[in-house]
């Protein structure tokens, strides 16, 4: 076994923890005060061949690996998780689904400008009624000649307001008692097409999370994406793929913490000495080193399988699902160590804690993630 990082790989690790303290941190905290989304610092990213990291040349990506988009979204996270989240949903929930199911026309279309960073990606699964139950969609799609004409709505979707399409499920038919499920790339700018951001958040603040609204929506025949009827299969694929991303982005979230309650540890004196001198302060710190280490060692193995082309869902799942709770667990120390400072938003601690609580809830609870590797071990 090879632990050990490619040289590319240390490259692309090297590169975005210099762009991630260069670029994103010196305003992370301001951003979440204002709730301003970092537009800026996906320009320059795009200016850096980043935007479509994982993906081929040929539609404009890196050509990258797996293990390196999670280096990314890691780096990120460790600053600012609204960048981190942002740019993980881009990747593996935006670009993803049209590298996987798409034609080579819609690559072209659809792919190459997402991977070239001239529009974010966003995907549409979750509705008001259709949370961790995503097969009951509501949103429907039906035929009319050569068009569908799509109605319903989509809740807590990432990215959308600065999308010109998204990729999303509507019910087709009905296959037997099953709802037949289809996936649409759907042009933001269409008729009917309203994307609403009005949500008030408890933390990842300057990311972008809206509601789809669709009246009347219609689309060309041309823009399935994918088989009618698998659309439902094709996003749970795609979800495996979006759960290292966010198993990525609790570990850059533990590892900010992390950094931060060591140094505050260090500096602060009481009762004559740094606080990091006292062994139950000593063993909270190790602790987290540990959680954090296990936890990217299978957010790595995860991603790994994936490039070596091997099924890998029980190991998507349990990146995420662990890596989550090492994050709320490593955050709740780092506040508890800063004592009353944690509690205040200039120690940066405090944000971290309201953010890790997302990694618990987005592509899949920790319930259902606990669902899927208790099927695949054969329960």
Not at 10 to 21: H, P, S, V
Not at 94 to 119: H, I, N, S, W
Not at 233 to 257: E, N, P, S
């Amino acid at each position: 076994m090879n632990f050990d990082l490619t040289e590319e790989q240390k490259m692309i690790r090297k590169l975005m923890r210099d762009f991630a303290e260069g670029e994103v941190a010196p305003t992370a905290d301001e951003r979440d005060r204002t709730k301003r989304f970092p537009k800026e610092v996906f320009e320059k990213m795009a200016e850096l061949n980043l935007m479509g990291l994982p993906f081929p040349e040929e539609y404009g990506g890196g050509g990258a690996d797996t293990v390196s988009f999670a280096i990314a979204v890691e780096e990120l996270s460790r600053v600012c998780a609204s960048t981190g989240i942002t740019y993980s949903a881009h990747i593996s929930l935006g670009c993803a689904p049209l590298y996987l199911f798409g034609t080579e026309e819609q690559k072209q279309k659809y792919l190459v400008p997402l991977c070239r960073g001239e529009t974010l990606g966003a995907f549409g699964l979750t509705e008001p009624n259709a949370g961790s139950d995503a097969g009951g969609t509501k949103t429907t799609a039906v035929r009319e000649g050569n068009e569908w004409v799509i109605n319903g709505s989509k809740c807590f979707i990432t990215n959308a307001s600065y999308a010109r399409f998204v990729s999303l499920t509507a019910v087709t038919g009905k296959n037997g008692e099953k709802p037949e499920i289809t996936a649409f790339i759907v042009p933001t700018d269409s008729e009917g097409f309203q994307v609403i951001d009005q949500y008030h958040k408890m933390g990842l603040h300057s990311s972008n999370t809206t509601e789809l609204v669709l009246d009347h929506v219609r689309v060309p025949h041309e823009n399935i994406l994918g088989k009618i009827g698998e659309g439902f299969k094709q996003f749970l694929i795609t979800l495996d793929g979006g759960r290292i991303g966010i198993g990525a982005m609790a570990v850059g979230i533990a590892q900010g913490a992390y950094e931060a309650a060591l140094q505050y540890a260090k500096e602060r004196m009481q009762f004559g000495q740094s606080i990091s001198k006292f062994q139950v302060i000593q063993h909270k710190l190790a602790d987290m080193a540990m959680y954090i280490e296990l936890a990217r060692n299978m957010v790595y193995k995860a991603a790994w399988l994936k490039d070596q082309g091997r099924r890998f869902t029980k190991e998507a799942s349990m990146c995420k699902l662990f890596a989550s709770e090492v994050a709320m667990k490593v955050c709740n120390q780092a506040v508890q160590i800063h004592g009353g400072y944690g509690y205040m938003h200039d120690y940066k601690v405090e944000r971290f804690f309201r953010d890790a609580k997302l990694t618990e809830i987005g592509e899949g609870t920790s319930e259902i993630q606990r669902n899927i590797i208790a099927r695949e071990i054969g329960c």
